[in-house]
């Protein structure tokens, strides 16, 4: 089965895979942002961080691998009344637009194995604006242990050196580690070892 294929059937499955309300870490960041901010929102699933970034009065422009997870955010942004600049895209052969975003959300895209994850994490840093915002959460080692979401794959987990290393040169940057019950979807439930990076180009 190739990518697209397993991604298709998993968001091809009734209802929200990741449920309807945004990630609670990017929720929790809404004093950072302000209205009428650029924002892109990667690989955001069928849509909903991309559409709570649109209701707080962001221009998002949101970019996913999988069609139907698309057409779902579109419905889901039609539904509560917003609109988001919504693209296909492969973020192995994406072309990061430089200097392009205020901010840039990041919530569990560890689907990259470490050499494209780099590459991505290059883009990243490529497409925000000087003073940019970089908003990331993901699973960090021990979540091995939980297997509540995300990969079984050591390698593709965060944690605090590889962003601290990825990242570094950044103005500022947070790193939270904790534990934590998610209740996000059938895919993200339960206890959960997360990593929250808040970082400031």
């Not at 970019?63 to 509560?80: D, G, M, N, Q």
């Not at 840093?125 to 794959?153: I, W």
Request: charged share 25%.
């Amino acid at each position: 089965m190739s990518d697209l294929e397993r991604w298709e059937s998993r968001f091809s499955q009734e209802g929200y895979l990741f449920g309807t309300e945004p990630n609670a870490f990017l929720k929790a960041q809404a004093h950072r942002l302000r209205s009428g901010q650029d924002v892109l929102s990667v690989a955001d699933g069928d849509g909903r961080n991309g559409v709570w970034l649109a209701e707080q009065g962001l221009n998002v422009h949101t970019v996913e691998f999988s069609p139907t997870a698309l057409k779902k955010a579109k419905v889901l942004a039609k539904a509560r009344g917003v609109a988001v600049r919504a693209e296909r895209a492969d973020l192995y052969t994406w072309a990061w637009p430089a200097e392009a975003y205020d901010v840039i959300v990041v919530i569990f895209i560890q689907f990259a194995p470490p050499v494209e994850r780099q590459r991505m994490f290059e883009g990243m840093k490529r497409a925000l604006k000087p003073g940019g915002l970089l908003l990331m959460e993901g699973y960090g080692p021990k979540q091995l242990d939980y297997g509540t979401g995300g990969p079984n794959r050591l390698e593709w987990l965060y944690s605090r050196a590889l962003l601290e290393d990825a990242f570094g040169e950044f103005s500022s940057i947070e790193i939270d580690e904790y534990e934590a019950e998610l209740d996000e979807g059938a895919r993200h439930k339960g206890m959960s070892a997360l990593i929250d990076f808040v970082g400031r180009k």
